[in-house]
């Protein structure tokens, strides 16, 4: 997964701390001096100058251009919601009206970070809300004009809305993002599909003078070379204008109908035509299958993957296929070397390879495919060698 920099988020909380810290400072003031409410000035003043150095020590972190991690984002909204507290327990507790503040971090960190770090803060902020319901340093004017049952009952009925506030804030926000991100995600992936679809493209094209050349120059071979030679060369060519024809396009809806077992079972006769040297096998589910369209680009990813698993495991390469009402699960596996843990996440990405003479596009198409059909592409490495490429689709997605 790529590693995400939060430098530009700590720079507008730096911004944001810089306007709580004057606004804590004014109300301090204002309450103490305007007012003349007593408060226990030096712990808060205390606060108030700790954020300051550690402000001063942030924009010291920020002016080295370091990229920032999520961890150390959350720390800093952390080190807010503390001081937060702090500042709240000495002035009243719950019964502050600046209780309600607690929020914006929640809301902050439902934003900006992953879910489980938005939890947290939600977590968090309702910890030290309910431990302000029972623990803080009275304030005489609180008391005097708020006493009784009814304001006991305002206060917990403000702890009860907090809570639900919190929670619905962190749920709905954090699926906003998930979905924000995903379509990010795919956005960037159809990019890049594109970029390859008009390479293709113009590949396909300029390919098609120099086979034209070759086919006439296989006229002037012998006869039973020649065969084989056209052969080969209209295969390129049938290749090439398959190449041409889907690229830029997103589902080949005009694909036939068929059945899923007659689908896989095509795919793996023709797979084991062109590889003959291969040590494979099959398992396909029996028994009743399902209608589906026979999608031309999730025959090639499959094939991709079983070149890629020949490559690397000519000795041995399996594929077990089984499926429900909801979903197909493929499983291809070979007895190579396996995936190095350090480079697993970045297998399928466009132009990374680790064959010596490998384009890097074999993997990224198959799994641009599969994310395509809604399904997901996932490499586990064997503990006695090996790699095992795990497919999942939702069937919806191929049924006719």
């Not at 390879?353 to 996932?378: M, P, Q, W, Y």
Request: proline fraction near 3%; include cysteine.
């Amino acid at each position: 997964m790529e590693k995400t920099s939060y430098f530009k988020n700590l720079k507008l909380l730096w911004w944001l701390r810089n306007i709580a810290i004057i606004g804590q400072a004014a109300a301090i003031l204002l309450v103490t001096r305007g007012l003349n409410i007593e408060l226990p000035i030096i712990p808060l003043w205390g606060i108030i100058g700790t954020l300051i150095i550690i402000n001063v020590l942030t924009i010291f972190q920020l002016k080295t251009g370091k990229t920032i991690s999520k961890f150390e984002f959350f720390f800093q909204l952390l080190i807010d919601m503390t001081a937060l507290f702090g500042l709240l327990y000495f002035s009243g507790g719950a019964a502050n009206p600046f209780t309600s503040l607690f929020i914006l971090q929640v809301i902050i960190a439902a934003v900006t970070l992953p879910p489980s770090y938005a939890w947290t803060a939600a977590a968090i902020s309702i910890a030290f809300y309910t431990t302000l319901m029972f623990f803080s340093i009275e304030v005489p004017y609180f008391q005097h004009h708020h006493t009784g049952d009814f304001f006991n009952l305002h206060m917990q009925g403000m702890w009860i809305s907090f809570i639900l506030l919190a929670g619905i804030i962190s749920w709905f926000v954090v699926r906003m993002n998930i979905t924000i991100r995903r379509q990010d995600a795919l956005l960037a992936e159809a990019e890049k599909i594109a970029a390859v679809g008009m390479l293709a493209a113009n590949a396909a094209h300029e390919l098609g003078t120099p086979l034209a050349t070759m086919a006439v120059l296989a006229e002037d071979c012998e006869a039973k070379k020649s065969r084989q030679f056209s052969e080969q060369l209209s295969r390129c060519k049938q290749i090439l204008s398959r190449i041409a024809a889907a690229a830029g396009v997103a589902r080949a809806e005009s694909g036939s109908a068929t059945t899923l077992d007659v689908f896989l079972s095509d795919i793996v006769s023709s797979w084991k035509n062109d590889n003959p040297a291969v040590a494979f096998t099959a398992n396909i589910q029996k028994g009743d299958s399902l209608e589906i369209v026979a999608e031309y680009g999730l025959k090639q990813a499959i094939t991709n993957l079983l070149d890629n698993a020949a490559d690397i495991s000519p000795e041995f390469v399996q594929l077990d296929a089984k499926w429900t009402g909801q979903s197909l699960n493929l499983t291809i596996q070979d007895k190579g070397r396996g995936i190095p843990p350090e480079i697993l996440h970045n297998i399928g990405e466009a132009g990374f390879t680790t064959k010596l003479n490998g384009l890097g596009l074999g993997l990224f198409l198959a799994r641009s495919v599969i994310i395509r059909l809604e399904g997901s592409l996932d490499f586990k490495k064997m503990p006695g060698g090996g790699t095992i490429a795990a497919i999942n689709i939702p069937i919806k997605r191929i049924a006719t």
